[in-house]
């Protein structure tokens, strides 16, 4: 089992930043890909940015190139997505996602608005 326990969600105004932390219970080198997914009311859940553990690779949504980036803390066992010049409609919940062993983990969730 992986217990993830994301942090940094907030209330912010558009241009604002934010950084977000997912924290995981295991050694992130048990981990082979660490992700940040994002939902808005009505909309269906979609992929903002990956880490591959092993690697520190990432890869970002291209709504989100250029703003948003994702790293990782290897001593912490903590991924974080750093998001810059944010506009209202990155307005959702952020839900961390790691694949673990075959097995898909999330976290509870944390709220991001931005106000225009």
């Known amino acids: 089992q992986v217990q993830l326990v994301e942090s940094g969600g907030d209330l912010v105004q558009a241009g604002g930043s934010l950084r977000l932390s997912c924290a995981a219970s295991v050694s992130i080198f048990s981990i082979s890909l660490m992700g940040w997914y994002r939902q808005a009311p009505g909309k269906q859940r979609e992929l903002v940015a990956t880490?591959?553990?092993?690697?520190?690779?990432?890869n970002v949504a291209d709504s989100v190139k250029g703003r948003f980036t994702s790293s990782r803390d290897n001593d912490k066992n903590t991924v974080y997505l750093q998001m810059n010049s944010l506009k209202p409609e990155d307005t959702a919940v952020y839900y961390c996602?790691?694949?673990?062993?075959?097995?898909?983990?999330w976290g509870q969730g944390t709220q991001v608005t931005v106000s225009s």
């Open positions: 880490v591959i553990s092993s690697t520190g690779t990432t």
């Open positions: 996602m790691v694949i673990r062993a075959g097995k898909q983990y």
